[in-house]
C-alpha cells in the first residue's frame, strides 16, 4: 500500500507513462489506479483506431512534436511486440474548388512537421487509389496507418507489470490529501505522506501523484485543491459502420479537408483492423462524460457542462454548426449525405448504426477549445507533490510513447526521483 509513484488513470496515456517510469526508476515502487475492471475501458478502448502521421497539428506545437516522433515509436514497438497493425494510407480529399487552397496549405504544415510520404494526387490518382472515391485533389499520407489500441494498452500494462509495477482496478480515486502529522510519525508515513482513498474507503500512500484521467482531468484536479481549469466538456462521436458487403468500397482512411475552426476532423471513412468499415463520427455535447449512448444521462454531468460560462460562449458563437451536427445525428440519410460527397455509391441501405465514443474536449472559460497538450501542478504542500495531465486530445493514442517520455522527463524534472 506505500508507493513512490501512483498514476490515476489505466487509459493508453497513463499506462505509457507508467511504463516509462518504471523503467527508467526499476528500483522505485509505482502503481496504477484504475476506477474501472480492466485497463482502457473508456477513450483508449473507444477511438477509430488511426495511427495519424502528424498533418493537421500547428508547426512547433506539442501534437506536431509528439504526433510524428509517436507514430515512428508506435509502429516500432507493435513490431516488437508482434501486435497487428496495417499502413494503409489516408487520402485528404478536396471535393470543392475552395477546399484545394486549404488543402495545399495542409500539405505545406505536414512538410513542416516533417511528415514522411506526403504528396498532392490529382483526380485520376485518387482513383487509381481508392477507385470508388471521387475528388479534385488530394493529400495523400502512405504513412498513416491502423491498430487496436486497446491491444496496445494492454501491451503497456503487461510490460509495467512485468517490470515491477501494479495496477489497482476498481480503485475510483475520490480524495487525496497530505497525512496528518500524528500518522506521519513512523517512517513510512514521512517517507509516503500523501494519501490517495477510493470511493470504498481504501487508502494507499504515496510520494508523488501522477493524473492522466481524461474525461475526469478536471475534477481530479480539484480534488487535489489544484486548478479547475481548463475543464473538460466531454463530445459523443457517433459512428456508422458499412454493411459487410459493402466494404469493398473502402480500401485506406478518406477524410474530408478540415474546417480550421474546429478540432474535430469531420465525417470520414477508417477500415478496422477486423476488416469492417467506420464512418463518421459526427460530434454532438453528451449529457455523460461516458454517456456512449444517446439517452445517456448524469444530471451531475449535464449540469456541470451547461452552467459553465466557457460551453455558452462556445455554443453562441457556432450555433449553426452544432445544430446542424445535432440534426445529423438524428437522421441517418444527413450523414450518408456527407459521405456521398466523397463516394456516390453510399447509401441509407448500405450503413447501419455503429459505436461511439466520448472525447474529453478541454475548454476554457472564454469558450476557446484548447487545444495542445497541457501540464500542470499546484502549489503548497500536495499541489507540489502532484503532475496533471490536464488535456492529452487526439492524437493521443497514435502519440502515447512519445507523450510517456515527456512526462517522465517532466517528473524527473519536478519530483527529483
Not at 84 to 102: H, M, N, S, T
Not at 351 to 372: E, I, M, T
Request: glycine residues 8%; proline residues 6%; neutral net charge.
Amino acid at each position: 500500500s506505500t508507493f513512490d509513484v501512483a498514476v490515476v488513470g489505466a487509459g493508453i496515456v497513463g499506462l505509457a507513462s507508467a511504463r516509462e517510469l518504471v523503467r527508467r526508476h526499476p528500483a522505485l515502487a509505482f502503481a496504477v489506479l484504475e476506477k474501472e475492471r480492466e485497463p482502457a475501458h473508456h477513450q483508449s478502448g473507444h477511438n477509430s483506431g488511426v495511427i495519424h502521421s502528424g498533418i493537421y497539428y500547428k508547426p512547433g506545437s506539442l501534437k506536431a512534436k509528439l504526433c510524428v516522433q509517436g507514430a515512428a515509436l508506435c509502429y516500432e514497438y507493435c513490431d516488437q511486440k508482434g501486435i497487428p497493425y496495417k499502413q494503409c494510407g489516408k487520402l485528404i480529399v478536396a471535393v470543392e474548388q475552395d477546399e484545394i487552397p486549404r488543402l495545399k496549405a495542409l500539405y505545406e504544415r505536414g512538410l513542416q512537421n516533417n511528415v514522411p510520404g506526403l504528396k498532392l494526387i490529382g483526380a485520376k490518382e485518387i482513383q487509381a487509389k481508392e477507385p470508388f472515391c471521387r475528388g479534385l485533389m488530394a493529400l495523400d499520407s502512405p504513412y498513416t496507418g491502423i491498430v487496436n489500441y486497446k491491444q496496445v494498452a494492454q501491451s503497456y500494462a503487461e510490460d509495467f507489470q512485468e517490470a515491477g509495477g501494479i495496477i489497482l482496478t476498481d480503485f475510483e480515486v475520490m480524495n487525496m490529501e497530505m497525512a496528518k502529522e500524528s500518522s506521519s510519525e513512523s517512517e513510512d508515513g514521512l517517507k509516503f505522506p500523501v494519501i490517495v482513498r477510493n470511493s470504498k474507503g481504501e487508502e494507499i500512500y504515496c510520494r508523488h501523484i501522477v493524473t492522466c484521467a481524461g474525461l475526469y482531468s478536471d475534477r481530479l484536479s480539484e480534488i487535489s485543491g489544484c486548478s479547475p481549469e481548463p475543464r473538460i466538456v466531454p463530445f459523443r462521436g457517433d459512428y456508422l459502420v458499412l454493411k459487410p458487403e459493402k466494404c469493398y468500397m473502402v480500401k485506406g482512411n478518406i477524410y474530408p479537408v478540415p474546417n480550421p475552426r474546429f478540432p474535430f476532423l469531420g465525417f470520414h471513412f477508417t477500415p478496422r483492423m477486423d476488416g469492417s468499415v467506420w464512418l463518421g463520427p459526427n460530434a454532438v455535447l453528451a449529457f455523460k462524460r461516458e454517456g456512449y449512448k444517446l439517452f445517456d444521462f448524469s444530471a451531475g454531468d449535464f449540469l456541470d457542462a451547461v452552467t459553465y460560462r466557457g460551453l455558452w460562449k462556445l455554443v453562441l458563437r457556432n450555433l449553426s454548426y452544432g445544430l446542424s451536427e445535432m440534426y445529423r445525428a438524428c437522421f441517418l440519410s444527413a450523414q450518408v449525405k456527407q459521405l456521398q460527397k466523397f463516394i456516390p455509391e453510399v447509401t441509407v441501405n448500405d450503413v447501419l448504426r455503429g459505436p461511439s465514443g466520448v472525447r474529453a474536449q478541454a475548454l476554457d472559460s472564454d469558450g476557446n477549445l484548447v487545444d495542445d497538450f497541457v501540464f500542470d501542478g499546484g502549489s503548497g504542500d500536495i499541489g507540489s507533490r502532484i503532475l496533471h495531465v490536464r488535456n492529452a486530445p487526439s492524437p493521443a493514442a497514435t502519440s502515447s510513447l512519445a507523450i510517456a517520455k515527456m512526462i517522465a522527463d517532466e517528473v524527473q524534472r519536478r519530483f527529483e526521483l
